[in-house]
């Protein structure tokens, strides 16, 4: 079956531009997380739906990152006038049941450059 | 601070050698452990994970030990294979907590 896809995989942009990331979980997966992984290291959480329930930002660094899932499925992160230390792989996961519980799969990620 | 961390940053094994990745863990509240594999330009993949009521967890030539004495937790892989080459990160959640916390990764690297 389909696993999680992320769009664009790469993506370059001038600081202060704004930029979208999109993920798709796995179908019928309640929970949804992202990522930040900088370049040879581990994956800081950024933000985390599950269901209906208000989301869990408390990993997002700062008010220019904002997220939202549309229905319960299709996800986009959004950075504002980004920076280059935002310049990261952005990494979206899904899961099926309860939040930090269940085995979370990865998507192939995006990778944005702030030039 | 909790910190989930990892002992050797690169570990360099000869093909059909068995290896060895390992972590630490500081909150012994944690309860739920995972290890993932992470080629090059992909997402982590799930490799096994291990709920603190074991002590070990089998898979298909992977085996995770785990010892909450020490808070430690191991990853072995046996007949390591040139297709097994890539960064390993174990992970940690307990109850009550949304979010995995990652450490930063062993590469390993199988030599032919």
């Known amino acids: 079956g389909a696993g999680v896809s992320q769009s664009p995989s790469n993506k370059v942009t001038e600081k202060g531009k704004d930029v979208e990331l999109r993920c798709d979980p796995i179908?019928?997966?309640?929970?949804l997380y992202w990522y930040r992984q900088s370049l040879g290291q581990g994956l800081e959480f950024l933000i985390y739906?599950?269901?209906?329930?208000?989301?869990?930002k408390s990993g997002l660094p700062s008010d220019r990152f904002s997220a939202e899932r549309t229905g319960g499925s299709v996800s986009t992160l959004t950075i504002q006038r980004t920076q280059q230390e935002d310049s990261a792989v952005y990494l979206c996961?899904?899961?099926?049941?309860?939040?930090?519980?269940?085995?979370?799969?990865f998507g192939p990620g995006t990778r944005l450059t702030v030039l | 601070g909790e910190s989930v961390g990892l002992h050797l940053p690169t570990l360099s094994v000869q093909e059909g050698d068995n290896s060895i990745i390992n972590c630490a863990y500081s909150n012994s509240a944690s309860d739920y452990f995972i290890w993932y594999k992470q080629e090059s330009g992909k997402g982590p993949q799930f490799i096994i994970d291990?709920?603190?009521?074991?002590d070990k967890r089998q898979g298909q030539r992977v085996t995770v030990l785990l010892n909450k004495t020490v808070k430690h937790l191991s990853l072995q892989i046996a007949a390591t294979q040139p297709g097994d080459s890539a960064v390993y990160f174990c992970?940690?959640?307990?109850?009550?907590?949304?979010?995995?916390?990652f450490g930063s990764g062993t590469r390993l690297q199988v030599q032919p």
């Open positions: 179908s019928g997966h309640t929970a």
């Open positions: 291990i709920r603190s009521n074991m």
């Open positions: 992970a940690e959640n307990r109850t009550g907590r949304r979010a995995l916390t």
């Open positions: 739906f599950q269901g209906n329930s208000a989301p869990d």
């Open positions: 996961a899904s899961s099926p049941g309860v939040a930090g519980r269940d085995t979370q799969y």
